[in-house]
């Protein structure tokens, strides 16, 4: 399946963009399933294979 999904990019850098974009196009899965997100943003690649998301959730979304 296919979806489009759009974000409000007003005032956002493009790091914020690009992961307002990757969190949003998550959003919309309505039940668990394998997931193949493409992405070209070093920022997001790090979010997701570091572990700064978890880190970021457990602190409130605080110093990320």
Do not use: F
Not at 4 to 22: E, F, G, H, Y
Request: hydrophobic share 40%.
């Amino acid at each position: 399946h296919e979806r489009k999904v759009t974000a409000d990019i007003k005032d956002s850098t493009k790091n914020a963009l690009a992961l307002k974009i990757a969190t949003k196009a998550l959003k919309v899965l309505v039940k668990p399933c394998d997931v193949a997100l493409q992405i070209d943003n070093k920022y997001i690649k790090n979010c997701v294979n570091n572990g700064w998301l978890e880190e970021w959730q457990k602190r409130n979304w605080k110093k990320s």
